[in-house]
Structures are given as structure tokens and as C-alpha cells.
């Protein structure tokens, strides 16, 4: 069975400080894995998309991180601001398939 | 700029009720989905849709029927609600391909007693 597995469940860090949330997955064949920001109470919204010939992407103070031999992704957020504090999803998808597998999330709070 | 529109946002039905969720999208997408997200689980696909006609079982079908009515609008309907249906659950569309981001709606919290 496919599955994605996130750690830390929950980060607690400093306002300005940086920070690394980890996503590792056993979904094959691969087609793309994504990362979403969820605040509480709305809906996810997607931060980056990376197929296999990408091991890199950034949007803003987010770069999103994979390594598809290892199937490992991590999203590595710089200078937190309070508005980081959500909750952060990754989600891969199979090829072939239209049923995405997401992880559980990883809670992150930003403290002042 | 509404992006994905979902009705209502809260709604408590005791067992055995049905309610449909309505959802709508103004980006002209053709594919759209509706998930549930339950404590201490990832989201789980409950249904999709290509485009308009067609629909496709996701990962948890069970208890749900599903209507795309046009390009714009896709529900999801419980016949004979259940307390396991007690969810918050999310409509989402995107553009056809399958690197394509998904846009979610809110989501309509349901309560079912």
C-alpha cells in the first residue's frame, strides 16, 4: 500500500528562525509529489509541484527539496514569519493513478 | 476571486438524514474532486471527476454519490448519513494533466449524530 510518512508530527520554532520538515514515501511508480500549506480552518493550498527530473523548486521563502532514488522530499522554510504557523502536507501521486496518497501533516508554530 | 465555493460550511444531520454538499469553481477547470480530512489521517479522495460526465470512484466511496452537473459545479450527496461520516470534507478543482495544482475550497464541516 502506498504511504507517505511526515516528520516531526509538530515544530515549535522563533519568529526569523529556519526550519526543515521532512516528507518520505514508498508510492512507485512515482509521478509527482507536492506540498500544501493548511491554515486552520481553510482549505490546503499548494506551495510547489515536483515531478521526477526535478530535485528542487522554490516559491518565496519555501524551497521544497526530492530525492526520487531515496524518495525523500523536505521543505525548508526560511526567516519564519507568524503566518508560517500551519499546517504543512505532503502529497505524492502515483503514475497512472488519479488517487493521490497525503501525509498526515506536520503542525507548525511560529512563536514571537 | 472566489476560486472553489463550498455550501454550507457547517452542518449537523442526525442519522440516517441525507444533505448534499454543493460546491462550484470559476477557473474554468475540468477536473474536480471531493476529499475528506478526519483527525490524525491525510485527506482521502472520495470522488473525482475528469470533466463533465464523467466520474470516477477515489480511495473511500462508500456512503456517497456524486453529480457533476456542469463544468462549474460537482456535489456530493449522503443518502442515509452515518456517524462515520463525520468529517470535514473538501472540494477541490484543477486544470486537466496531472502535474497541475489543485485549488481548495473551505471545506463544509459535517456532524453527524
Known amino acids: 500500500k502506498n504511504q507517505v510518512e511526515q516528520s516531526p508530527q509538530s515544530l515549535i520554532i522563533l519568529e526569523g528562525k529556519n526550519c526543515t520538515l521532512q516528507c518520505n514515501y514508498t508510492v512507485s511508480p512515482f509521478s509527482n509529489l507536492r506540498w500544501y500549506k493548511q491554515d486552520t480552518g481553510r482549505g490546503p493550498v499548494s506551495l510547489t509541484i515536483m515531478t521526477f527530473s526535478e530535485n528542487t523548486k522554490s516559491n518565496g521563502r519555501y524551497t521544497a527539496t526530492l530525492d526520487a532514488d531515496t524518495k525523500q522530499s523536505s521543505l525548508h522554510i526560511t526567516a519564519s514569519q507568524l503566518s508560517d504557523s500551519a499546517s504543512y502536507i505532503c502529497?505524492?501521486?502515483?503514475?497512472?493513478?488519479?488517487?493521490?496518497?497525503f501525509g498526515r501533516g506536520t503542525s507548525l508554530i511560529v512563536h514571537p | 476571486n472566489a476560486g472553489v465555493t463550498q455550501t454550507p460550511k457547517f452542518q449537523v444531520l442526525k442519522t440516517g438524514q441525507s444533505m448534499t454538499l454543493q460546491c462550484a469553481q470559476d477557473?474554468?477547470?475540468?477536473?474536480m474532486y471531493w476529499y475528506r480530512q478526519d483527525p490524525g489521517m491525510g485527506l482521502r479522495l472520495i470522488y473525482y471527476s475528469a470533466s463533465e460526465g464523467t466520474t470516477d470512484k477515489g480511495e473511500v466511496p462508500n456512503g456517497y454519490n456524486v453529480s457533476r452537473l456542469n463544468k462549474r459545479e460537482f456535489s456530493l450527496r449522503l443518502e442515509s448519513a452515518a456517524p462515520s461520516q463525520t468529517s470535514v470534507y473538501f472540494c477541490?478543482?484543477?486544470?486537466?494533466?496531472?502535474?497541475?495544482?489543485?485549488?481548495f475550497g473551505d471545506g463544509t464541516r459535517l456532524s453527524i449524530l
Open positions: 477541490a478543482s484543477s486544470a486537466s494533466g496531472s502535474n497541475q495544482p489543485q485549488h
Open positions: 477557473m474554468n477547470h475540468n477536473s
Open positions: 502529497v505524492v501521486s502515483e503514475g497512472g493513478s488519479y488517487i493521490p496518497t
